[in-house]
Each structure stands twice: as structure tokens, then as C-alpha cells.
């Protein structure tokens, strides 16, 4: 993989020639976000090096708006005003206006975001904010109006206003005080490392943790806080169901079992073709946003494979299949990888753009769709219609419904007078000629880039779900979606990551790139520095897959992003690990990520990794790590644990130690992979080796190793498959079955 696009060298060049602010330059550009509002008569411009130089030497203020391409929001902005000729004259003649795909840059709009959410007590996308030529925000908001409204100020004379005290020297004055108060407000919520050498949190912080997630707990409806919007979750849900193996107590369970079905039979779910959309907009589930995005998709069947094993609800196997089934179908590249986002938006009836068009439905429409269906009868539109609430009134907007479960298959039987088996073939016959139909719909944009981080978190999921489900499958799955980071993201000479990848056009300015060719003959355009939610997740993935398969190459793949994050991203004299790598590019805050928001907190992330990884190392490199974050980050995380479930996850298993699983043997029997699928083990690592030492010492050549490190040294293979079992040094006798393995460890 080439560290530089050609392409992008030679645009820089062009743009030095001459002012790079004299038109729109986002046609140059493979995001699609981007490429959205290349037609705009905004002179919009990426952020670059050009565009930077250009509001220094112009000395002009920056418009900055940050988005992402399945934004129902900012398609109303660029609608009502960068469209809008009057508008993009008053950007054009006194502002740099830089449009940033947030998906592409999460360092921008970290700063930025953690700037609106600071001064307004709020955020979301799309953010908007003016800028100092330096970089520094003096004045954020989100989605503004193009003319006044509901106490919104109008984006037009907001920006003349804007315009006209930058001329004035003392209004000046005050905006760049308020830049450099506000900058530093976000360098000390970012950078700031609130207890460097304290102790790490406790024994009691998971119980802690566990208690207070409660207490947040929706009890009525699923979910957190009692009213909408409601998001997903997924790391609370992981902390109270970590407590709930380890205290007994049947309320932490409750709490993850009445989300988890909430999400599963609410609108949060696509009942028709799988998968989740991003949230709703209600307390009871009903209503999303209908952008699907990748991490969500990612992230949230881990939750429900951790729920069906602790319940044994089929239902949850179920919605992981099926959302299995959607990322295959719907969101894999050629190669392997797996695109970032589909749209919430689609053409309606009338070829307008319209949130959720694809899928809501009346009674007509799915009575039509029974009626092209040859293996159903009439009588299954009332069927499929009471199971999910489609009404002549609706739940959404024009007497259109969103779908849910709304009544149970028992209930439907007695109804209908129907044997419940009758029922379910039946609803699986209509749900299919429904799909059939929906096909046909114009279909929401797909934004295909494919980004590190969020490949990895899917990795994670398709590797724990073959584990979990034996769905062999999907670890083919999750090892096409490595295999193509690290063809075309992973630079193993000069061992650095590639943020992203997006297939463009072969008569595309792009396509002239040296990114390489993907399978189905379109060129790759490779942009990107990776951050550390990038390494960290892939880097799990990596290892999830190992831990799924016995893939010693995803291992060692693992250990070289592990590895980078160490270099790259820890700050010894800080104490912690940083978004950004040092070598990278300087912004006016170096951030971290602490929290977790709608991903998981990549400093938890990398945490979690490295002491995974720590079982595979002959020194404490990747442990010393961990136990400088949480010296540092304790106190944060004692404080506010709902915020920060993943390091709370990960100081509970630094303090706890992990349940180690060592499987020696070639290839897993039935026993192990049954066993393995069945038990819920929190902080769980299995290390799968070679039967035989001589075997294994090719394996410690992959990873570059002299010896074996401790989780895999003297235990080789017996008399066939064998187990072995330990938690904090105490091992258990070699075993002839897994599940002998595993009860010496609940002893």
C-alpha cells in the first residue's frame, strides 16, 4: 500500500498554484459526505494544509461545518442554505467555509464538539463553528435555520453579524479572548490527566459501577433515562451483566434482559431486513432516526450474543443472525471490508428525499406486497399487520408505521385461530414477500467508505458470534474484513494504519491513485492517518478472531497494532493514551477519549487489548500501560462510572484478573467449541496453540518470540485434545474436556 495517494500529491501541488478558496474544491475529494456538497455554491474546502494557510494569509475567519453522509440534519442544512446562492456569497466573500466528514477526521470533531457541548450543553451534527485563522473556536451551534425560528438565531444573518464584528477591532478582540478561553477550556477537558500516580480503582468499582447504571435504568420501557431520545448502550449493559455472574444479583439481569428485548421488538430494529438503526427519538422505542451505522451493527451483537448466553433467549441468537445477514448483504465490499453507513433518507413516492421512506409501511402497501408474494395468501397481510402494528393511523408521520412487535405469536394463534407453528411460517412467508417488496423502493445512499476502527468493531462481533452461535461462517466473515485492512489500510514496513479506504470510479480524478485495484474493478482511494480507535479496535478484532479461530496471523496482527499504540499513542510522563499519534498531525488540542459515546471509549478499548495481548508477551510492557491509565483515569472512572463503562470494565478485570483458556490442539473438537459457545466467562481469554511443541515453535516464529510465553509454555497437547485452565496463578490439571476446564475455574 502506498503511504501517500498520488492523487492527493498532485492536488496539492494544483492547489498551490493559484487561491484554493476561489471555488469548491470537493469534487477532489472520495468522501461521499463530501462529494454531497461539491455542487454547493459554497467554495467549500477540505481541511488541509491549503485551506489553513489560506484563512492565515487572507486573514478571514473559518467556517467549519462537520458532518457525515447518513446525517438526516445536515441534509436539511445544505438544503436550506449551502444551496443557497445569497448564503454562499456572504461564506464565500468573508469566510474560509471547510466542510469535514466527521467520519473521516473524529480528531476535528472531538475538539470542536467538546467546544459546543462546553459553552451550549449540547451537540450533534451538523456542528457548526467559526474559527480564529488559527484554528481556535470563538462561536458554535449545531443545525441553524437559514432564516429565524423557535428562538434560533437565522444561519444568514448570523453569518453578516459574524462578518461585521470580525472588522471591528474591539468586537475582534473580544472573539479572540473567547477563542483562547474556550480553547483552553477544551485542551483542559481533553488533555487534562486528573490524577497521575494515584492508586487504581478498587475491588468494589464494579458493583459500584453495576449499581449506578441501575438506578439509571428505564424499568418501564428498557433502556436508560426516562424519557427519549433513548441510544444503545452496549458497555453499560456489559457492566451489569458482568456484575450479575458476579454477585447473583437477578436485578442487573433484569435491567440488560428488558433493554435487550426492548431494542430487539422495538423500532431500533429492522424486523424486515435486520440490523439496527442509530437510535429513537422516543422513551418507548417506537420511532429511529433510520441511518444504520457500522459501528452500532457492530457493537450491539456482541450485547445480545453476552444476553443469550447468560438467558438463553433464542430471540437474541436470532437478531444477531439476522444482522449478520445485513452486513453480508448490504454493507460488504468485494474484498471483505464492510462500508461505514446507509442513509436514513430515501426517495418517497413523490422523489423527494425522505426520512425513513424505505421503511415504513401502511396497510396497502404490505397488503400489496402478500398479493405479489406466490407462497402467501390475503389473509397474511392481517397477520403481518397485527404482529407489527401497521395500522390504517400509523406511528409515524402520513399514517405511515414504523415496524414493532406488537402483539406475540401466542396471542396472534388465539386471534386467529391458528396452531402457533401455522403462525410462524406464515409471518416468515409474509416478512419475506415484505423484504421482496422493499427491494423494490429506491434505496437509502450507502456511504462506502470503509474505516479501520469500525471494521474492527464488527470483527469483533462476527468472531465472538462464530464462537458463540458455531456459525462458521461468520468467522469467514470477520477474516475477509481483517484480511482487507491489512492489505489495504496496514503499511507492515513502515507499520502505520490507514484511517480508511473508499471505492471510487475508474474515470474518477481519484482512481489515478497507486492505493490499488479492490475485486470489483474499482480503484481504492487509502487516505488517512489512523487514530487510536482505529489500532485499538482493529487490534481487538484482530484478536477476537484468533480467540474464535485459532488464526495465529490475526494474533500476531494484533500484537503489531498493539504494539503502535504503545509507540504512538501512550505518553509515558502523561500517564495516559492519546486519540492522536505523536507523529501526527498538531491540532490546537491533542485529545483523548476517555468516555463512552456513541462508540466505545478507545482509551478503554486500547486498555482492554493490551491486557488481552499481556497474556502473549514475555515482558509487562503492555500491563505497565494499563496500570498507568487507570492510576490516572481512577478517580474519573470511581467518580462517574456510567460514562465510563469500558474502563470500568477494564479496571475490574485488571484487578480481577482474567479466566485463561488454553486449547492445545490442531483442530477444536465438538466438545470444546460447544462448551466454549455456552458458557458466559467475563474476562475470558482463549489462546488456542499448536498439539505439539515443535508445532508451536513455528508459531512463536510468526510472533517473532524466543519462548513461549507463560499462557501457553509446558502445555502441550496429552493424549489427544487437552484444556487447561488458570485464574490469578492457580491452574487446573490438563483435561481431557473443556467444560472439566472451565468447572475448575467455577470452583
Known amino acids: 500500500m502506498a503511504a501517500t495517494n498520488a492523487f492527493t500529491r498532485r492536488r496539492h501541488e494544483g492547489a498551490s498554484m493559484s487561491d484554493p478558496t476561489d471555488r469548491n474544491r470537493l469534487d477532489e475529494e472520495a468522501s461521499p459526505y463530501l462529494r454531497q456538497h461539491a455542487d454547493n455554491p459554497v467554495h467549500w474546502q477540505p481541511w488541509d494544509d491549503d485551506a489553513l494557510a489560506a484563512a492565515r494569509e487572507q486573514d478571514k475567519p473559518i467556517f467549519l461545518s462537520i458532518g457525515y453522509s447518513a446525517c438526516h440534519w445536515c441534509h436539511v442544512m445544505e438544503d436550506e442554505s449551502f444551496t443557497d446562492d445569497d448564503v454562499a456569497e456572504i461564506l464565500n466573500e468573508h469566510f474560509v467555509p471547510i466542510k469535514v466528514d466527521r467520519e473521516e477526521r473524529p480528531d476535528v470533531d472531538s475538539i470542536y464538539m467538546t467546544v459546543c457541548q462546553t459553552v451550549t450543553g449540547s451537540g450533534g451534527w451538523p456542528l457548526s463553528a467559526w474559527l480564529t485563522p488559527e484554528g481556535k473556536p470563538f462561536y458554535v451551534g449545531t443545525y441553524f435555520p437559514k432564516e429565524p425560528r423557535r428562538n434560533m438565531p437565522g444561519f444568514r444573518e448570523l453569518l453578516s453579524r459574524i462578518a461585521a464584528s470580525w472588522g471591528d477591532g474591539e468586537d475582534r478582540r473580544e472573539m479572540e479572548n473567547r477563542a483562547d478561553q474556550w480553547t483552553a477550556a477544551a485542551r483542559d477537558r481533553l488533555e487534562d490527566v486528573p490524577s497521575a500516580g494515584a492508586e487504581a480503582p478498587d475491588d468494589t468499582l464494579l458493583e459500584d459501577a453495576a449499581d449506578a447504571i441501575q438506578r439509571g435504568a428505564d424499568r418501564e420501557h428498557g433502556g436508560f433515562g426516562n424519557q427519549g431520545p433513548k441510544f444503545p448502550q452496549e458497555a453499560r449493559l456489559h457492566v ?8 447473583g444479583r437477578d436485578s442487573y439481569g433484569d435491567v440488560v434482559s428488558e433493554t435487550l428485548s426492548a431494542m430487539a421488538d422495538g423500532g431500533l430494529y429492522d424486523h424486515v431486513g435486520g440490523g439496527f438503526h442509530r437510535y429513537c427519538t422516543d422513551r418507548d422505542w417506537t420511532v429511529p432516526h433510520f441511518e444504520k451505522m457500522l459501528y452500532d451493527n457492530g457493537e450491539l451483537p456482541r450485547v445480545f450474543l453476552a444476553g443469550y448466553q447468560v438467558t438463553g433467549d433464542d430471540r437474541y441468537a436470532d437478531v444477531v443472525r439476522e444482522t449478520v445477514d445485513f452486513l453480508d448483504r448490504e454493507l460488504r465490499h468485494p474484498d471483505g471490508g464492510l462500508y461505514a453507513t446507509l442513509d436514513a433518507q430515501s426517495e418517497n413516492e413523490a422523489g423527494e428525499h425522505e426520512e425513513g421512506a424505505f421503511y415504513v409501511w401502511t396497510p396497502d402497501e404490505v397488503a400489496d406486497a402478500i398479493a405479489a408474494s406466490q407462497d402467501c395468501e390475503p389473509a397474511d397481510a392481517d397477520l403481518f399487520c397485527d404482529r407489527f402494528g401497521v395500522t390504517p393511523s400509523g406511528n409515524f408521520e402520513d399514517g405511515q408505521t414504523v415496524l414493532t412487535i406488537s402483539a406475540s405469536v401466542e396471542d396472534l394463534a388465539a386471534d386467529h385461530d391458528l396452531p402457533p407453528e401455522d403462525v410462524r411460517e406464515r409471518l416468515a412467508r409474509a416478512t419475506d414477500a415484505v423484504f421482496d417488496a422493499r427491494a423494490e423502493r429506491p434505496r437509502p445512499r450507502r456511504d462506502e467508505k470503509v474505516l479501520a476502527g469500525w471494521n474492527g468493531l464488527a470483527i469483533s462481533a462476527l468472531a465472538e458470534s462464530a464462537l458463540v452461535l458455531g456459525e462458521d461462517e461468520h468467522a469467514d466473515l470477520a477474516g475477509d474484513a481483517l484480511a482487507f485492512a491489512r492489505e489495504h489500510l496496514w503499511d507492515a514496513d513502515a507499520r502505520r494504519l490507514s484511517r480508511r479506504a473508499i471505492p471510487v470510479d475508474a474515470d474518477d480524478p481519484a482512481a489515478s491513485g497507486d492505493d490499488g485495484t479492490s475485486a470489483d474493478g474499482r480503484p481504492l482511494d487509502v487516505q488517512g ?26 494474533l500476531a496482527f494484533a500484537v503489531d497494532l498493539a504494539d503502535v499504540v504503545v509507540e504512538e499513542f501512550y505518553d509515558a510522563d502523561a500517564g495516559s493514551v492519546f486519540f492522536t499519534p505523536a507523529s501526527g498531525e498538531r491540532l490546537v488540542v491533542r485529545p483523548q477519549e476517555v468516555r463512552d459515546q456513541s462508540t466505545p471509549s478507545s482509551l478503554g478499548v486500547a486498555c482492554d487489548v493490551l491486557l488481552s495481548l ?44 482474567d479466566a485463561e483458556l488454553t486449547l492445545a490442539c490442531d483442530d477444536r473438537p465438538a466438545e470444546f467449541r460447544e462448551t466454549l459457545a455456552e458458557t458466559y466467562l467475563p474476562r475470558r481469554v482463549v489462546a488456542q496453540r499448536p498439539a505439539t511443541e ?3 515453535a513455528d508459531w512463536l516464529d510468526v510472533l517473532d518470540l524466543d519462548d513461549a510465553p507463560p499462557i501457553w509454555a509446558g502445555r502441550e497437547a496429552r493424549d489427544g485434545p487437552t484444556a487447561y485452565a488458570c485464574r490469578s496463578f492457580a491452574c487446573s490439571p490438563p483435561a481431557d474436556t473443556l467444560a472439566d476446564a472451565v468447572a475448575f475455574l467455577e470452583d
Open 614 to 657: 499481556s497474556h502473549f508477551a514475555t515482558d509487562d510492557r503492555y500491563e505497565a500501560v494499563v496500570e498507568t491509565v487507570l492510576e490516572s483515569h481512577g478517580s474519573r472512572v470511581e467518580a462517574s462510572p456510567v460514562e465510563h463503562p469500558s474502563l470500568a470494565l477494564v479496571a475490574d478485570r485488571y484487578r480481577r484478573g
Open 694 to 696: 515443535d508445532a508451536l
Open 529 to 554: 492517518e489512523g487514530y487510536l480507535e482505529d489500532y485499538a479496535f482493529l487490534a481487538r478484532g484482530a484478536f477476537d478472531h484468533y480467540q474464535a479461530t485459532g488464526d495465529v496471523e490475526s
Open 240 to 247: 451489569l451483566l458482568r456484575a450479575h455472574h458476579e454477585t
